[in-house]
């Protein structure tokens, strides 16, 4: 198999790794790779040799997590899976895989693959509503605009949701119009607090999701949300910038352990704290009910796709992202000749 390995800053390889499909797993399933999907701004931190997110591989490392693609073998205990249904996973940047069943989300009929290749990226955006105790009719407000942002923007109305999309990009603010946001401000506008005061009707954001890393996005979520509001934060706090003597939002603290904070005073409203869930079971329903609202033509990540490019050119997308071109988006590699 062809698979895309990061030995280091800027060291991106495609390599030839052997891959046994002649003698499966009972539990495994053997998929070619139709497309994968580029998650630019975490790839984009390890390209340009950011601090490693805590967990992650040592290089060389394998990039990507977001891969479409055909059975084309399935293991004696497999059930649920045949040969020529379509799958998604979040397996990486390769031309073909074999994974563990339980790994994989069958892609019902009438979903286009550029579609369901961001299901999981998706998935994610709509469990920043999940945890957080999202109720339809309330407000919203999406900090930060790269794929996970325009997905919150998708998703929010199709769970009932008023969203209001914030970007420092005019031709961002444009594409969070096109995936359904009900109205766009800029993170500079000096009146922007005064903006959604009106677009609330004086109600308040109840629930902000941030997915911009700089400190100053985390300052505008606190300063926007109302009293008693809640916070969903999917991006990485501080990457790229300078470290700060104490971070408060480490990936160690806070995001690895998924916890949550929340101010308790003699005037906050005693809100209930999120029941334990399922975890992982709950973001398979997030897929499967993503994809369901893909085949019915409801949810197209597809419209954002920018750039089309053959494997080979997984190089170019890298340096493209590191150069920060506001006109890149969603980005799609094509193995099926690979």
């Given at each position: ?203 308040g954001i109840d629930l902000v999701i941030l997915t911009a890393n700089p400190w100053p996005a985390y300052d505008t979520s606190v300063n ?115």
């Open positions: 198999m062809k698979i895309a390995m990061l030995y280091g800053a800027g060291d991106l390889r495609l390599e030839e790794h052997a891959l046994d499909t002649a003698d499966l797993a009972p539990g495994d399933v053997w998929v070619e790779t139709l497309i994968t999907a580029f998650k630019i701004g975490t790839d984009r931190g390890n390209y340009e040799g950011a601090d490693p997110v805590p967990g992650s591989p040592e290089f060389p490392r394998w990039v990507g997590d977001s891969n479409f693609g055909v059975v084309r073998g399935v293991g004696a205990d497999v059930m649920g899976f045949q040969v020529g249904d379509r799958v998604v996973s979040s397996m990486h940047h390769q031309s073909e895989y074999v994974a563990p069943a339980t790994r994989l989300v069958k892609v019902p009929e009438g979903v286009h693959p550029e579609d369901g290749v961001f299901v999981n990226l998706y998935s994610l955006s709509a469990h920043c509503y999940h945890k957080a105790m999202f109720h339809p009719g309330e407000n919203v407000a999406v900090i930060g605009l790269g794929t996970l942002g325009l997905g919150a923007v998708a998703v929010g109305p199709l769970f009932g949701g008023r969203v209001a999309a914030i970007g420092n990009s005019d031709l961002r603010l444009d594409m969070a119009r096109k995936m359904g946001a009900h109205a766009c401000f800029t993170s500079n506008d000096p009146d922007l607090k005064t903006n959604l005061d009106a677009f609330t009707d004086g109600h926007i949300v109302r009293d008693n509001g809640r916070v969903s934060i999917v991006s990485l706090l501080g990457r790229g910038e300078a470290d700060l003597e104490f971070n408060p939002l480490s990936m160690e603290r806070f995001y690895i352990k998924g916890i949550s904070l929340h101010a308790i005073s003699h005037h906050a409203e005693p809100d209930l704290f999120p029941t334990p869930g399922a975890g992982e079971s709950s973001q398979w329903r997030h897929r499967a009910h993503l994809l369901t609202l893909m085949a019915e033509g409801r949810l197209e990540p597809k419209r954002l796709v920018t750039h089309r490019l053959h494997y080979t050119r997984i190089n170019e997308a890298y340096e493209m992202a590191l150069r920060r071109e506001k006109s890149m988006m969603n980005v799609v590699f094509d193995w099926t000749d690979a």
